[in-house]
């Protein structure tokens, strides 16, 4: 086995190695990227939550001076006081929903974002690895050196025993 033929193989054999490291890596990155994303999403849950809470504190504060404001004008009951309160739910109900809203494409973004990285971080490694290893292979002579040394007409065993 000349030369080149070792290279050759010894090319053919980095790059195969270099592919199983690059999707080892692949994988570390993307489990770390989960990682990070569950992270991510407990801030946001955390922070949608403290934004309920604080909406719903609102509302009671405002339905409070409602309330009061009715029972001081002599109102109470009233289809003012009635209609306050009922914007008041349906504002409250329209803030949670928008805030789940934001909470939720917040969290697509984040994972459309992560694929797309993954993906193109995958791209650029099997670039890189087709690239490296068809350099080598190249200047081992290519399928050049896989071709047998031997006299025409002989076969490898017919040279070793002429």
Do not use: C, H
């Not at 193989?9 to 570390?28: D, K, R």
């Not at 949608?48 to 509302?59: G, Y």
């Amino acid at each position: 086995m000349g030369v080149e033929t070792v290279v050759a193989i010894a090319a053919l054999a980095a790059g195969a190695y270099s592919t199983v490291q690059s999707q080892e890596a692949q994988s570390e990155a993307r489990s770390e990227a989960k990682k990070s994303q569950r992270e991510q999403k407990a801030v946001n849950a955390a922070r949608a939550a403290q934004e309920r809470r604080q909406q719903v504190r609102e509302e009671r504060v405002r339905r409070a001076r409602i309330l009061q404001a009715s029972e001081g004008t002599g109102v109470a009951g009233s289809s003012g006081q009635i209609g306050a309160l009922g914007n008041l739910s349906t504002q409250l109900n329209a803030n949670l929903g928008f805030n789940l809203g934001q909470l939720q494409s917040a969290q697509s973004i984040s994972n459309f974002q992560q694929n797309a990285m993954t993906a193109q971080g995958q791209a650029q490694s099997w670039d890189q690895i087709y690239g490296l290893s068809g350099s080598i292979f190249s200047a081992a002579g290519g399928f050049g050196a896989f071709k047998s040394n031997t006299p025409t007409g002989q076969t490898p065993q017919q040279q070793t025993l002429g």
